[in-house]
C-alpha cells in the first residue's frame, strides 16, 4: 500500500506564498501519478494539480495555473506544490493523492491533508 504524509499548511495573508509538500511511503515504485486537490469549507474537492510520471506536462486548474508548479523529489519520494499570489479563495484542506497499479489493477492513495488559510 501507499501512506501519504502532507505538510506545509499555514495560515498566511493573501499575496504570500507556501509550499505544500506530500511525503510517499510503502509501495512507492507502484506510483504513476500525483496530485493534489483542495477542498473549501461547504464545497466539493476539486483538482488543483497534476502530474504523471515521465510527463513533462503537468496539469493545472485554470484557478491557480501561472500560481503554481508541481515537483516531486525522486531520491525522497516527495511532491512539492508551491503556490505564489495567494488568495483568500484558496483557503481549503489540501490533499495529496496518488494512482498506483497492483496485481489487482489501479487504486488511489489520499493523505490526511493540510490546512492552508489565506487572510485578506
Known amino acids: 500500500q501507499v501512506r501519504l504524509v502532507e505538510s506545509g499548511g499555514v495560515l498566511v495573508q493573501a499575496g504570500g506564498s507556501l509550499r505544500l509538500s506530500c511525503a510517499a511511503y510503502?509501495?512507492?515504485?507502484?506510483?504513476?501519478?500525483w496530485g493534489w486537490y483542495r477542498q473549501a469549507p461547504g464545497k466539493q474537492r476539486d483538482l488543483v494539480a497534476s502530474?504523471?510520471?515521465?510527463?513533462?506536462?503537468?496539469n493545472y486548474a485554470d484557478s491557480v495555473n501561472g500560481r503554481v508548479t508541481i515537483s516531486k523529489d525522486d531520491e525522497t519520494s516527495t511532491v512539492f506544490l508551491p503556490i505564489n499570489n495567494l488568495k483568500p479563495e484558496y483557503t481549503a484542506v489540501y490533499y495529496c493523492?496518488?494512482?498506483?497499479?497492483?496485481?489487482?489493477?489501479?487504486?488511489?492513495?489520499w493523505g490526511q491533508g493540510t490546512q492552508a488559510t489565506i487572510t485578506s
Open positions: 493523492v496518488t494512482r498506483s497499479y497492483s496485481d489487482s489493477g489501479a487504486f488511489a492513495s
Open positions: 510503502g509501495i512507492i515504485f507502484s506510483i504513476n501519478k
Open positions: 502530474s504523471i510520471n515521465g510527463d513533462d506536462w503537468p
